[in-house]
DNA sequence: ATGGTTGAATGTCAA
């Protein structure tokens, strides 16, 4: 089972390249944020013209995450359901055959110190909790998406430089470690070693991408049985050297 | 690289 993660930045502007994309890389599932769309104006017919099903948690301008999947999911669930983080659509979850799949945008923080860090923060407690209510880690489970943190020194390009600011932060790695204790893997780390190894290079800053100025800060995490079923798991690269591309790219997981 | 780029929406926010 082939299964991927991808910030789109706009999912209307990456369409090109998201179709391409899946005919060239065929992933059974795909999980999608910053989609940017209204349920009602997602291009669903354009996906299924080429034998993806969609199902989404749609917005008007901000946020926004999907599943495009082979097969339709069943047991979807959006959101916390719950009325203390109702309005965001950052989460979509669902069931791919034995795999229970949670997809989240998680929040970007903008500056350490502004109310939205805290949202981050909270965002994360609340995300941890949705884990330990819904799931057992002797499942199935993956959790993957924009998690907008580099959690170690190698995952971005200058650690002392960012350290303690928003995305690097000893504050985030609190919140992420108390998650993935529950019996979560960076499956990324299972396969490779090396640095510079990113997902995300930033717009602002001219030639990010020539001197690979970039973040690891796109992640699938599995449970225990999911890792020992990992066959590889990879960042590809080439979606971002495309015009108009995402300051995100691809990150595949392939399971047994 | 402490500036600047991009998208949705059409002034300005978010990233």
Redesign the pocket.
């Known amino acids: 089972m082939r299964i991927a993660t991808f910030n789109a930045?706009?999912l209307?502007?990456r369409l090109s390249i998201l179709l391409d994309w899946l005919e060239s890389t065929q992933p059974d599932v795909l999980g999608i944020q910053e989609t940017?769309v209204?349920d009602d104006k997602f291009p669903a017919e354009e996906f299924e013209a080429i034998g993806y099903h969609c199902t989404f948690n749609g917005q008007?301008?901000?946020?926004g995450v999907c599943f495009l999947s082979l097969e339709a999911p069943t047991e979807v669930t959006k959101g916390f359901q719950d009325p203390v983080f109702p309005e965001d659509a950052r989460l979509i979850a669902a069931r791919f055959g034995d795999i229970q799949i949670i997809n989240t945008y998680v929040?970007?923080g903008?500056s350490v110190g502004s109310e939205?860090f805290d949202y981050k923060l909270r965002w994360l407690e609340r995300f941890n909790q949705f884990v330990r209510q819904r799931y057992t880690p002797a499942g199935n489970v993956i959790w993957m998406g924009d998690i907008n943190i580099a959690r170690h020194p190698e995952d971005v390009y200058d650690s002392k430089?960012v350290l303690g600011?928003v995305g690097h932060n000893p504050k985030e790695f609190e919140r992420l470690d108390a998650i993935l204790e529950w019996g979560l893997t960076d499956l990324f780390r299972i396969k490779n070693s090396s640095e510079d190894q990113f997902t995300y290079w930033?717009?602002?800053?001219?030639?990010s991408l020539d001197?690979n100025?970039g973040w690891r800060i796109d992640h699938i995490y599995g449970t225990d049985s999911i890792a020992k079923r990992l066959i590889d798991c990879y960042i590809d690269k080439e979606p971002r050297l495309r015009e108009?591309p995402s300051d995100h790219t691809f990150v595949i997981a392939d399971i047994e």
């Open positions: 930045a706009s209307r502007a940017k209204e008007k301008s901000y946020n929040p970007n903008t939205k430089k600011g930033e717009f602002f800053i001219r030639s001197k100025i108009r």
